[in-house]
């Protein structure tokens, strides 16, 4: 008989592996998560100016820009496509059209609607989409109200 066995039983080596990847998978979930986290940050950091920026040329020049008056979502949900959204975002931040963006390269693809206030007169709210040019599943949404005389 063997009395002094050195080293591990394949219960404890099985349980040892069920571990060590249970905190694996846990890391690597973590890690992708925080990956598209910045993404979205990154994301708004660059075009919330670019946003503001847009929606003042929008409230100055409001008769150059198509103003949505069908309020049933349908047309939103139309001019608000990822995949049919007309500008693009610049590595320098300028708003140009999509179509420039496989020359000048774009950080981002920009939608908007304006839409008239239904009660109040000359009051406009401006729904922006921002999509991430290399992973749309990053979105930002943001609206802005502007006031035109």
């Not at 063997?2 to 890391?27: D, R, W």
């Not at 949505?68 to 990822?82: H, V």
């Not at 000359?122 to 290399?134: A, E, G, H, I």
Request: charged share 15%; net charge positive; hydrophobic share 40%.
């Amino acid at each position: 008989m063997i009395k002094n066995q050195k080293g591990y039983t394949i219960v404890e080596v099985l349980v040892a592996m069920l571990i060590g990847s249970f905190v694996v998978y846990t890391m690597a979930s973590f890690l992708v998560g925080l990956n598209k986290l910045h993404s979205q940050l990154r994301l708004r950091r660059v075009s919330s100016s670019t946003m503001q920026s847009l929606a003042e040329n929008i409230r100055f020049n409001t008769s150059l820009f198509q103003v949505t008056f069908n309020n049933g979502g349908s047309a939103e949900a139309q001019l608000l496509d990822p995949a049919n959204l007309g500008l693009g975002v610049s590595k320098e931040g300028s708003v140009i059209p999509r179509t420039d963006c496989a020359a000048m390269g774009c950080t981002a693809y920009v939608g908007y609607v304006i839409l008239p206030h239904e009660v109040i007169r000359n009051l406009y709210q401006v729904k922006f989409l921002v999509v991430n040019s290399s992973d749309t599943s990053v979105k930002w949404e943001t609206s802005y109200y502007i006031t035109v005389k």
